[in-house]
């Protein structure tokens, strides 16, 4: 039996450029190194000239995939672009995208950012109906359905898949004509609009990434939304959106970077609010508050200015260490962390809060506490700015499977045991609620409550093309 290259689920960076007369591969280039901590794996540019497509991918960070002479042979008016994120699986260039196929239609490109959650029956039809498949990503499932869904334009195809397609998608798509932006109708993964010069568009994964290309934010694209960008400027209509919506609050916790705005608030202020929270839930005494670095920067300066206690720098991160740097081996675990961070000297004697934005698979905060430990820290109290993950993701971040959640099957006693520590506290899913509730009618927290926004049909999956 053929052995296809399996693709889990994946929260990556996608973007979209219509700009007649502007170099579109170096701005997709620039966007894409400000979306780089969606995903590190593989990184690749399509663009258009209104005749022909071209495009370049490779794996590897965005520095390391382009250069002078392949961003030379980008050319056109539109581009799409990928940053691909994966944890587990092998790496492999099968799945770096965006794909490029050519239809009916023309040549059609497509960045996608999420997971389908039933790919499996998609996949069926597909293969039914005669089509190949080269691999398991529900990328290329929604790359074939486009070219072969009824109707003779885009739009009309679009609303066909919108149709058939459950689970996340935010989708970026090249035709002939016009660059496409897709949001999925829960709106599980944030996409934004942007405004380039006079006549360009821009649209991408994260408001950060705008400023970058001086470009200026427009607003969010709406859940179930199709937004066109061509000659005759920015065309958008909505389809049905699903009620309540669900974007994802593992954006607001870790993903998202803290200068870009979801759902029109600062997730920079979001994070600090967090942090505070945490403080109220869980206060202790202490002489200094320090976070991990660097994702839970601005957790920790919320948690420290509401309990009072001075917010300090304890451990320094090599800025340097990518997801593609040379493995220490599985049985150095420890070595990894030590790679990456170095305590400072002077938390001699201190009774530390360590604040991390969330405990995953737990393989992490041991190490640091040791290090810490090692370097004199008298007590260490370990504080969590986001609830215990007990399940699994099946819309786009590939945390980790049931059992490795040490939250799934460990009591927090037991995890402060495991790691460690003085005393464990975890932000309570009522309190992320209040703090992320404002702003809209809905988000996933299918993670923190195993309550799943659509009905999951990834697991079989899943066992099925491996
Ligand atoms: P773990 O508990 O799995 O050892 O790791 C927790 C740490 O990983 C936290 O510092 C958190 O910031 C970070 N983290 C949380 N989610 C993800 C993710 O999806 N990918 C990566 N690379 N790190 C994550
Ligand atoms: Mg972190």
């Known amino acids: 039996m053929m052995m296809l290259p399996r693709k889990l689920g994946e929260a990556c960076g996608v973007c979209g450029i219509y700009?007649?007369?502007v170099d579109v591969a170096r701005v997709s280039f620039f966007v894409l190194y400000a979306l780089q901590h969606r995903g590190q794996e593989c990184a690749g540019i399509c663009t258009g000239d209104g005749r022909v497509a071209h495009i370049h991918k490779g794996m590897g960070l965005v520095s390391q995939v382009f250069n002078e002479d392949n961003l030379r042979w980008l050319r056109g008016d539109l581009a799409i672009g990928h940053t691909r994120y994966s944890t587990t699986g092998g790496l492999s260039l099968t799945n770096a995208q965006p794909y490029l196929i050519e239809t009916a239609l023309g040549p059609l490109g497509i960045a996608h950012n999420g997971n389908l959650t039933n790919t499996s029956s998609l996949r069926r039809d597909l293969l039914?109906?005669?089509?190949?498949?080269?691999?398991?990503?529900?990328?290329?499932?929604?790359?074939?359905?486009?070219a072969g869904a009824p109707g003779d334009s885009w739009d009309k195809r679009i609303a066909a898949f919108i149709l058939g397609a459950e689970g996340a998608y935010s989708l970026t798509i090249l035709t002939r004509d016009a660059v496409y932006a897709v949001r999925d109708p829960w709106g599980f993964r944030?996409?934004?609009?942007?405004?380039?010069?006079?006549?360009g568009w821009v649209v991408a994964s994260e408001s950060c990434a705008l400023g970058t290309i001086d470009a200026t934010f427009v607003r969010e694209i709406n859940p179930g939304e199709i937004v066109r960008l061509d000659d005759s400027g920015v065309t958008s209509w909505q389809t049905e959106p699903a009620r309540p919506s669900a974007l994802c609050v593992f954006e607001y916790v870790y993903f998202a970077r803290p200068d870009s705005l979801l759902e029109g608030r600062s997730?920079?202020?979001?994070?600090?609010?967090?942090g505070a929270r945490l403080a109220q839930e869980h206060p202790v005494d202490a002489d200094i508050v320090i976070g991990v670095p660097d994702s839970a920067t601005a957790h920790t300066i919320g948690y420290a200015n509401e309990a009072g206690i001075p917010y300090g720098e304890g451990l320094i991160k090599n800025r340097y260490i990518g997801r593609t740097f040379i493995q220490p081996g599985?049985?150095?675990?420890?070595?990894?962390?030590?790679?990456?961070y170095n305590p400072l000297p002077d938390l001699s004697g201190k009774r530390i809060v360590l604040v991390d934005d969330s405990i995953v698979r737990g393989t992490t905060s041991g190490p640091i506490v040791a290090l810490l430990r090692q370097a004199g820290a008298k007590e260490i109290h370990m504080r969590v700015a986001s609830p215990p993950i007990c399940y699994p993701c099946f819309m786009g971040v590939d945390m980790a499977?049931?059992?490795?959640?040490?939250?799934?099957?460990?009591?927090?006693?037991?995890?402060?045991?495991?790691?460690?520590?003085?005393?464990?506290?975890y932000l309570s899913l009522e309190a992320l609620r209040d703090i992320v509730a404002p702003a809209s009618n809905g988000h996933c927290e299918a993670c923190f409550s195993g309550e799943y926004p659509v009905i999951v049909r990834h697991?079989?999956?899943r066992s099925m093309f491996q």
């Not at 944030?190 to 006549?199: A, H």
């Open 401 to 425: 499977k049931r059992e490795e959640l040490i939250a799934g099957r460990m009591s927090v006693d037991q995890i402060a045991a495991h790691i460690g520590v003085h005393s464990l506290g």
């Open 190 to 199: 944030p996409l934004c609009l942007g405004k380039l010069n006079e006549s």
């Open 330 to 340: 599985a049985r150095l675990r420890r070595r990894k962390v030590a790679l990456k």
């Open 459 to 461: 697991e079989s999956d």
């Open 267 to 274: 997730v920079h202020r979001v994070r600090r609010a967090m």
């Open 128 to 146: 039914q109906r005669g089509v190949g498949l080269t691999s398991s990503s529900d990328s290329e499932v929604i790359t074939q359905m486009l």
């Open 19 to 21: 700009a007649p007369g």
